[in-house]
């Protein structure tokens, strides 16, 4: 069994109310160097963007945009952006909005420094230098701002992937809550469960000490480190995503969920994430809803099953999360405190509300458990007839 952890940390971290200024000291690293943003149509119509290129034009810096990025990028997103500007000397990248676009951002960086296909990458580490990331969150969910990992659907292949490597964490991450005032509740909603079930996964994860010595991997389990983040995490995110998806001009709310974002990211890029978040993988290829939105409903169940095999961490979830105890097993009112919320905030708390068909349900537990990464990282060993059941159990 492992004796030891480690910990690898993100690039420069920027956090508060106006922290966008931070960008003039950043620029004086990339003076006069050519600036890739990526960023959406939302994010343009708000005024955000606009807000960035008033600071890039007032530090000289020349820039293109790119804004056309869409929700759960895929592989011919990231060529049509290679394709308009491999060849205009890009050397620095930012990535403005959401997970969708610091993701896109993500692949753009390190493909403009390779000639291998994206694909490519799915199995194989990122070799070389990168082009220098800027992440700009506008979203307080993924915390794509502070880990080495980039998620794209690959069309071509019918396969969504994450891919994986240090080299792409960002090297500044700037997280101001001024910018995600104006998030629409259902984004709010679906982007604010994840990073809620991320932090929950990273600290229920296997113990880093349960893996064998000589174990590698992106994820490793939880440790010290991972915990303290992660339950922080939790704390502040379960105080403010009800306020934040009701009342989406509350800055106390809005603050607390993008801290609670970025911490639950330091958490499981290291601690990793489970069972949600692999099943979400395979419910993504039957159902059209957003990622956030199938881990959140992954989450009870995964929480039903998981319990007993790390009993202290969920019993200190459960004493973290309710007040008030009824008085009934820990395990059922942990339960049910997570569908409420997820009914609180409008989103589905059954597989068959989003699409899926009983008949998917087999296929479903066969694919999740050949994501390994992420299985090897549940609390309690599970097999596909394991899977089967807390599929059913979502299900209807």
Not at 31 to 39: D, E, G, R, S, V
Request: overall charge negative; some cysteine; charged content about 25%.
């Amino acid at each position: 069994m492992k004796s030891y952890w480690q910990y690898k940390f993100s690039g420069n971290i920027f956090f508060g109310k106006e922290a966008l200024n931070e960008l003039e000291h950043i620029y004086k690293k990339y003076a006069q160097k050519k600036t890739l943003i990526i960023t959406d149509q939302g994010i343009k119509a708000s005024g955000i963007l606009q807000k960035l290129e008033d600071k890039l034009i007032s530090y000289a810096i020349p820039y293109e945009i790119y804004d056309e990025a869409k929700p759960e990028p895929t592989n011919l997103d990231v060529e049509e952006v290679l394709k308009s500007y491999s060849n205009k000397d890009i050397y620095v990248v930012i990535g403005l909005g959401g997970g969708s676009c610091i993701d896109l951002a993500k692949m753009v960086a390190f493909m403009l420094n390779t000639d291998q296909p994206l694909d490519t990458f799915y199995h194989h580490t990122i070799d070389f230098e990168v082009t220098p990331i800027i992440a700009i969150p506008t979203t307080a969910g993924t915390g794509s701002e502070v880990t080495g990992v980039a998620v794209v659907n690959d069309l071509d292949k019918h396969l969504k992937v994450g891919i994986s490597s240090e080299k792409i964490k960002p090297q500044f991450a700037i997280l101001d809550p001024l910018l995600t005032l104006g998030m629409p509740p259902r984004v709010t909603a679906c982007s604010g469960i994840d990073a809620l079930v991320h932090a929950i996964e990273a600290f229920t994860a296997k113990d880093y000490s349960n893996f064998a010595e000589d174990y590698v991997a992106d994820f490793r389990g939880a440790t010290m480190m991972s915990d303290l983040f992660a339950e922080k995490a939790i704390q502040l995110i379960t105080g403010s995503l009800e306020e934040a998806v009701k009342n989406g001009q509350n800055y106390e709310a809005r603050h607390d969920m993008l801290l609670g974002s970025l911490l639950a990211g330091l958490a499981f890029s290291n601690a990793g994430t489970s069972m949600a978040h692999a099943a979400a993988y395979a419910v993504a290829g039957r159902a059209p809803s957003p990622h956030g939105e199938i881990t959140g409903l992954m989450m009870p169940y995964a929480i039903k099953y998981n319990f007993s095999s790390n009993l202290s961490k969920f019993i200190e979830l459960h004493r973290i999360c309710i007040k008030e105890s009824k008085g009934l097993d820990k395990n059922v009112e942990i339960f049910n405190y997570f569908i409420d919320l997820l009914k609180k905030i409008n989103l589905p708390t059954k597989l068959q509300e989003i699409g899926v068909l009983r008949d998917d349900l087999p296929a479903m537990a066969k694919e999740t458990m050949g994501i390994t990464r992420l299985m090897n990282i549940n609390p309690r060993q599970m097999d596909e007839k394991d899977l089967l059941a807390v599929f059913e159990m979502a299900f209807d």
